[in-house]
C-alpha cells in the first residue's frame, strides 16, 4: 500500500525542549494506524505538524504524495486532510441536523451575489446539502435526534456528530485526538463501529491518539509507540505489547 501521510525528519521545539525529535512516521493509504505513547510524547504536537496548524523546525510532511510542509490548516482541509475539533464545535442553538448543514466550506447561499442573481441555484444546492446531511445522521445513528439542539446531546451523541461533519467535507485522512475521552461504553462502540464503516465503505484514512487501549486494539493496525519526540517502535497491538522497550516506557509508566 502507499502511504498517504509521510513525515521525514521531523524536529520541533519549544524553546530549548526537543518534542519532536528527528520523527519519521508513515501511514498507510486505507489504514487506520493507532498513535500512542506515554504523556508528554509529542502525539499532539505531531498532529499539529501533521494537521497545518503548527509550524516545524525541519523536516517534511507529505499528503498523497505532495509536499505540505507548513501549509495552512484551511488548504489541508479542503484537500480532505483534517483533524477532527477543526471543524469548529456544535452549534448548540442548533439542530444536529443543521451543524451538519453548516459544514460545507462553498455554499453558494454563503455570497450575497449567489443569493441575488441565482435564487434557483442557491435552493438547489442547500437541497443537496439536506439530502446529504440526512444520510450522513442516519449512518451515524443520530436521525432520532436529529431534531434536537447540538447543546443538548450527550458527550458521545457530539463526537459522533463531530465525526458525522468530516462525512460532510471530502475528508481522505482524518486525524483523531482521544475520541473516546468522556464517551461512555455503548456510544463508543458505535463510534468505533463507524469508524470502521468509514473506513471500509467510504476509504477514510485514520490516524488515532488515543489513550483508551481497549479502542486503539479493537480498531488500529498498525500501531506507532512514540516515546519523545521519536518513534520507539511499531507494529501490531500484538507486537506492541509484547515489546519489552514499549512495556518499560510505555505501560510501565503513569500513563491511562
Ligand atoms: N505550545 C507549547 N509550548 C511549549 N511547550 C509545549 C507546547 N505544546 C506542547 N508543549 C510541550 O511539548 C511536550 C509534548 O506535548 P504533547 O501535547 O505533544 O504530548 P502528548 O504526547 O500529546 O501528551 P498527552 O498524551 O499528555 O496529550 C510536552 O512537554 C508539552 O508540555
Known sequence: MAA??????????????????DCSIRVEEGSITGLIGPNGAGKSTLFNIIAGALPLDSGQVRFAG?????????????????RTFQIAHEFTQLTALEN??????????????NAWFQPGRVRREEAEVRRRALEVIDFI????VRNELAGNL????????????????????????????GVNRTLLGDLV?????????????FLVIEHDMAMI???????????????????SI???????????????SNVA
Open 4 to 21: 498517504i501521510i509521510e513525515v521525514r525528519h521531523v524536529h520541533k521545539a519549544f524553546g530549548g525542549l526537543k518534542v519532536i525529535d
Open 66 to 82: 505532495k509536499d505540505i510542509t507548513n501549509r495552512p490548516a484551511n488548504a489541508l482541509f479542503h484537500q480532505g486532510l483534517l
Open 100 to 113: 451538519l448543514m453548516m459544514v460545507p466550506p462553498r455554499q453558494a447561499g454563503e455570497s450575497l451575489f
Open 141 to 144: 445513528g443520530l436521525h432520532h
Open 154 to 181: 450527550s458527550g458521545g451523541q457530539k463526537k459522533l456528530l463531530e465525526l458525522g461533519r468530516t462525512m460532510m467535507t471530502d475528508a481522505r485522512v482524518v486525524l483523531l485526538d482521544e475520541i473516546a475521552a
Open 193 to 205: 463501529a463507524n469508524i470502521e464503516r468509514l473506513n471500509r465503505e467510504m476509504g477514510y484514512t
Open 217 to 235: 486494539a479493537r480498531l488500529c493496525d498498525p500501531v506507532i509507540v512514540l516515546a519523545q519526540g521519536r518513534v520507539m517502535v511499531e507494529g
Open 238 to 252: 500484538e507486537e506492541i505489547q509484547s515489546n519489552p522497550e514499549v512495556i518499560e516506557a510505555y505501560f510501565g
